[in-house]
């Protein structure tokens, strides 16, 4: 199996993407990656994914199906990053 890697997600940066939610999927979108400093004894570059979504969707910090990606659809655990009235919401998923 081939680990995701920075690549595989910057043709999706500013793009939406569409998660399996219930009762009805979602749409979100890849704002950024951020590379992470890459340490001599890691089999891969780490990195974050941010996601932004309306403030209206709030979603559980939770694996989610993503279609996105070189052989996706992915498995991605994401998590919201502090709130902000008034904004939309952020999420990230952390690959290390």
Known sequence: MKLPTPEDFEP??????RLSTVPEPI???????ERK????NE???PFTLIFESPEQIYLLDETYNMDCGKGGPH????????PRPGQ???????FS
């Open 75 to 82: 498995d991605i655990y994401i998590s919201q990053i502090q």
């Open 12 to 17: 999706w940066v500013g793009k939406k993407i």
């Open 37 to 40: 400093p890459h340490l001599l």
């Open 88 to 94: 939309p919401r952020l999420y990230q998923a952390n």
């Open 27 to 33: 749409e979100i979108t890849l704002l950024r990656i």
């Open 43 to 45: 089999f891969r570059e």
